[in-house]
């Protein structure tokens, strides 16, 4: 006996660590809800980089990486030698489907997406078989079925675009989109819940967006696929960032 204690159950933790958010995504986020709420409006200036700095106790660079993103976003336009101001304010529901830091995350996702799913869409138009095709034509039919029921749908979207990189005809890019599917998720419930809230003509464009990617794969029609999803998540991302009042 060594005196030593142990526990009766001596088994290993599989704990998840705790998230770190981003300096320069909460920066980002409490900048959008400045302008979402409308507390800066459109066409007001921003503090200067010195001033944001001292005010949120962050360095330049956190700074400058956070109203790069904001700029990039469409949120505001940076006037060389005058200085950064609101260009356009999104919709002040936005920050109720997603955490303000989170946003320029969610929104980050589209970038590799752009690159990743264009690709897959042509590919697919080339390549898809029949069963692929009836698979991607029936997560089209799942889609639409849950935009009549009202919900937001992002399930049966992410289904979608994963049946498009399965008829691609490489395992991997359906596993690339899958190692994908947490920061999709989060982007897809943000856009498609304002979608849901949204006009019926908004709702009508996703759908129609998704049905003329589906229709140029079925033709295998392949510069149009990648067309048709490079506009689709353009628009996407566009819809998260627009003015207001496109609601």
């Not at 030698?81 to 980050?108: Q, W």
């Not at 675009?161 to 359906?174: D, I, K, M, R, S």
Request: net charge positive; glycine share 6%.
């Amino acid at each position: 006996m060594t005196g030593e204690t142990r526990p009766l159950n001596d088994v290993s933790l599989k704990l998840k660590p705790a998230r770190r958010e981003r300096l320069a995504d909460v920066l980002y986020g409490q900048i959008l809800e400045q302008i979402t709420s409308g507390q800066l409006v459109e066409g007001a200036k921003l503090p200067s980089e010195a001033r944001i700095c001292s005010d949120f106790q962050v360095s330049r660079p956190v700074v400058r990486e956070a109203l790069m993103r904001l700029q990039a976003d469409g949120l505001v336009v940076s006037r060389q030698g005058i200085g950064t101001f609101v260009k356009s304010r999104p919709s002040n529901k936005l920050t109720d489907f997603a955490a303000s830091a989170e946003i320029a995350s969610y929104l980050r996702a589209f970038e590799p997406r752009l690159a990743l799913e264009t690709e897959c869409a042509g590919l697919a138009a080339m390549r898809r078989t029949k069963a692929q095709l009836n698979q991607i034509g029936e997560a089209l039919h799942a889609l639409e079925s849950a935009f009549q029921r009202g919900e937001n749908g992002w399930e049966e979207d992410f289904a979608f675009h994963l049946a498009v990189a399965a008829g691609a005809g490489n395992e991997l890019f359906p596993r690339l989109l899958q190692d994908l599917r947490d920061i999709m998720s989060g982007s897809m419930r943000m856009a498609l819940s304002l979608t849901q809230q949204g006009s019926d003509d908004r709702r009508r464009r996703v759908l129609e967006e998704h049905r003329k990617i589906f229709m140029a794969i079925s033709s295998q029609n392949a510069d149009l696929a990648r067309l048709h999803m490079r506009y689709h998540l353009t628009e996407s991302r566009a819809r998260v960032t627009g003015s207001y009042g496109d609601l």
